[in-house]
């Protein structure tokens, strides 16, 4: 039987809020009394993911995405349910599951502040005991794949977020950890450097069979790095498949974007009444989400060229943003 | 337990510990300063006199001085600890295969050993031709002495961590740490000998652990501790770092359990 890289079954978690009343009057309350508001962050999560695969895990903010990974990660202790990393209880067993995972949390750094990239890497080195001669070989291979070369002599705390970032994901994997937790690693970034750690993921994973969890907002990272995508809303997995099967579920939507001659308004044909829907928006444009199944972009662009002042018109396939947007509408379950 | 990763840890910060320059100076000048304050104060105290509750101005001052350097190695271990919780920063150090505990003791001593070689030392040797310190009373007691004072600095090091833990629950240990700072500065003697103050402070002093940080060393050094009362104090010193060592690691293991991490 193949081991599951990641199982998780019924994880929940709680959080405990502090509520006060507003004000000075308030926060003098809250010395004597403590009112505290059960939070769910979690409700109730199944996972099962494969060794080598690469998950996008997404979610609007506080849909709970950080709460799970760090479950996973072993950092929290879940208040109901199990996990498991390669068998082992993160919580219980921290330390042993610390060996066999590698982190990225967005905006914290892992690297030592005040040392410079080499000596981090060093230390990094001796903290996860990482024979000498495959360290060598893996950091070797990083330097060329996130060019560190220039970086290695300079003091972490000096670099700018970008060349963080590269060494951050570069200290993530040094140990060849067979998971790795990704908490928006792309954020802020110009496109050069998003695509350079994009193609790094990539590459080690498909090398050394190293499963990702990936979360982000820029989805061009889930279409270029995931192969499954899971998307988290209010603590519940609402969509959990294969990206292929993501991208046909909606692949006949189209959106029909219209600028009309100056003073001219909009008259929607009757005949295609029903089959399109007027997109709010806050541009300049008009915009109808159809899909081509239904009507074809060819007859609705006659349909509508004849009842109104066209200045000009084209047709949007949506991109993954867009797939993303409407699974939080229609909700489709996995 | 992997001895290498911790030993690691120590000498990186002792790396990181060479690189504020600035922040050396500064800290050299004011405990050269604080050498000379005190110097004068006794000076003054002693005027009229030859001896201050039987105490010797030769043999005060040596008290003075070496209270001084000990009073160096209160660490901060606690403080880091705190940061990284208030921060968030914890959260990356439970990702790692180390006993948080263990690393921040590692970073303590490094952080602890650049001290003694960088400002103790050569301040040691201000004090001698500046101010005079007598040799220790015996060979006995010098290596009493060593051994009392790498106790102090473990016990002072699990002080502070301690409060740092606490923070794990109130989030905001600065009140907590202002007065771990006050009564340390006063119970541990690292003003004036214990033996200066009131009998019934003294009584008190006698069931806490303050006394073990500065007293008790600097007192096997210069005699006021005798042959008789040296393996006594020791063993008092090792029973207190024994025991915070254990509720250190207890409190933390169930902290862990139980806690939020804070941000994301």
């Known amino acids: 039987m193949s081991q599951l890289a990641i199982e998780v079954k019924g994880l929940v978690k709680q959080y405990k809020i502090m509520e006060r009343d507003a004000g000075l009057k308030g926060a003098i309350k809250a010395l004597f009394t403590r009112k505290y508001r059960i939070k769910e962050a979690v409700k109730g999560i199944d996972l099962s993911i494969m060794p080598g695969e690469r998950v996008g895990y997404i979610g609007f903010n506080g849909a709970g995405k950080s709460t799970t990974i760090k479950m996973l990660a072993g950092v929290l202790r879940p208040d109901a349910g199990s996990v498991h990393v390669y068998g082992v209880d993160p919580h219980e067993e921290r330390v042993k599951n610390a060996r066999q995972i590698g982190a990225v949390f967005g905006q914290r750094t892992q690297l030592f502040w005040d040392i410079p990239v080499r000596e981090s890497f060093d230390l990094l080195r001796e903290i996860y005991e990482v024979p000498r001669d495959e360290f060598q070989e893996t950091v070797t291979w990083f330097i060329e794949r996130l060019q560190l070369d220039p970086l290695l002599d300079v003091p972490v705390r000096q670099l700018s977020l970008g060349q963080k970032m590269r060494c951050e994901l570069a200290a993530a994997f040094l140990h060849r950890p067979r998971v790795v937790y990704l908490d928006e690693p792309t954020i802020g970034l110009d496109i050069d450097i998003k695509e350079t750690i994009r193609a790094f993921i990539r590459e080690i994973s498909d090398a050394w069979g190293t499963t990702v969890i990936l979360t982000t907002h820029d989805m061009q990272d889930i279409e270029e790095v995931c192969d499954r995508v899971i998307v988290l809303d209010e603590g519940r997995i609402i969509y959990d498949d294969r990206i292929e099967t993501l991208k046909q579920t909606f692949n006949n939507e189209r959106t029909l974007e219209i600028t009309l001659d100056e003073g001219s308004t909009f008259t929607l044909p009757p005949a295609v009444t029903g089959l399109v829907m007027r997109l709010e928006t806050e541009e300049e444009t008009i915009q109808l989400a159809f899909n081509h199944h239904e009507i074809s972009s060819g007859q609705l662009i006659r349909e509508i060229v004849n009842c109104n002042q066209v200045k000009d018109l084209s047709v949007v396939v949506p991109k993954m943003e867009a797939l993303i947007r409407n699974l939080y509408k229609t909700g489709v379950s996995a | ?264």
């Open chain 2, 1 to 264: 337990m992997k001895l290498r990763k911790y030993i690691a840890l120590a000498v990186s910060q002792i790396k990181v510990d060479m690189a504020y320059a600035a922040w050396y100076w500064a800290s050299m000048f004011s405990v050269t300063m604080r050498l000379f304050i005190l110097y004068f104060f006794w000076q003054a105290v002693y005027e009229n006199k030859t001896e201050v509750s039987g105490i010797a101005l030769s043999t005060m001052l040596t008290y003075a001085v070496l209270a001084t350097m000990l009073d160096q190695f209160r660490g901060s271990a606690g403080r880091e600890l705190a940061h990284l919780i208030k921060h968030g920063g914890v959260a990356i150090e439970l990702l790692r295969p180390y006993h948080l505990l263990d690393k921040l003791l590692a970073q303590d001593l490094g952080a602890k050993t650049s001290t003694f070689f960088r400002a103790t030392l050569p301040l040691l040797v201000i004090a001698m031709l500046f101010i005079g310190v007598d040799p220790p009373t015996s060979i006995e007691a010098a290596s009493a002495f060593a051994v009392s004072v790498v106790l102090a600095v473990l016990l002072a090091t699990l002080i502070d961590l301690l409060v740092g833990v606490l923070s794990f629950y109130t989030v905001n240990v600065w009140g907590l740490s202002v007065l771990q700072e006050a009564v340390i500065t006063i119970m541990s003697g690292a003003l004036v000998p214990l033996t200066l103050f009131p009998d019934w402070f003294q009584t008190i002093s006698l069931y806490l652990p303050f006394a073990s940080l500065v007293y008790v060393p600097v007192a096997i050094y210069t005699g006021e501790i005798t042959a008789s009362g040296i393996w006594p104090s020791i063993l008092i010193q090792l029973g207190w770092v024994a025991a915070f060592f254990i509720f250190v690691r207890l409190l933390f293991a169930y902290a862990v359990r139980k806690v939020t991490v804070f941000g994301g």
